[in-house]
């Protein structure tokens, strides 16, 4: 299986890591989330142009919304090869809107417990394999140093 690469493993804060990851695994954009103390996903990095409408409904999410939500729901991976063609009722219309097409968002755990999510896309239809997947959810649980101390 491939390991991380040193940008993300070294790198100094949430964004910075986002990016990297988007670049490894040739994506366009992508979110960082962490569950709050209220049950909440809520942003901690994102990377790509999200438009203001769509930023006031990710800036924070409700466990079993939309593709995050979901899949911090299930705390398993969830994934589009097309979110336009989505007819489960999963992909909330404001991601659509965003032109992206295939996208996966895995959980972010401490052991087994579900603790954020961290969610990429294209803006072509693309399929992860498991390899990626695997790496992915790895990614994850690296950027856990980046998840904020509860007060």
Same mark, same amino acid.
């Given at each position: 299986?491939?390991?991380?690469?040193?940008?993300?493993?070294?790198?100094?804060?949430?964004?910075?890591?986002?990016?990297?990851?988007?670049?490894?695994?040739?994506?366009?954009?992508?979110?960082?989330?962490?569950?709050?103390?209220?049950?909440?996903?809520?942003?901690?990095?994102?990377?790509?142009?999200?438009?203001?409408?769509?930023?006031?409904?990710?800036?924070?999410?409700?466990?079993?919304?939309?593709?995050?939500?979901?899949?911090?729901?299930?705390?398993?991976?969830?994934?589009?090869?097309? &979110?336009?063609?989505?007819?489960?009722?999963? @992909?909330? +219309? *404001? /991601?659509?809107?965003? %032109? &992206?097409?295939?996208?996966?968002?895995?959980? @972010?755990? +401490? *052991? /087994?417990?579900?603790? %954020?999510?961290?969610?990429?896309?294209?803006?072509?239809?693309?399929?992860?394999?498991?390899?990626?997947?695997?790496?992915?959810?790895?990614?994850?649980?690296?950027?856990?140093?980046?998840?904020?101390?509860?007060?």
């Amino acid at each position: 299986m491939a390991t991380i690469p040193a940008d993300i493993a070294m790198a100094t804060d949430a964004t910075v890591a986002l990016t990297a990851i988007i670049r490894a695994f040739a994506a366009h954009t992508g979110t960082l989330h962490f569950l709050g103390t209220d049950g909440m996903l809520h942003l901690a990095a994102i990377h790509g142009a999200i438009p203001a409408p769509v930023m006031e409904h990710i800036r924070t999410i409700e466990i079993g919304k939309g593709m995050a939500g979901v899949c911090a729901e299930l705390n398993e991976p969830v994934s589009w090869c097309n &979110l336009n063609r989505d007819g489960s009722g999963v @992909v909330q +219309s *404001g /991601a659509r809107s965003l %032109g &992206l097409a295939g996208s996966i968002v895995v959980p @972010v755990r +401490s *052991g /087994a417990a579900m603790v %954020g999510t961290l969610g990429i896309a294209n803006t072509g239809e693309r399929t992860f394999t498991d390899e990626e997947t695997a790496l992915l959810i790895e990614c994850g649980s690296s950027l856990l140093r980046f998840r904020p101390v509860p007060a």
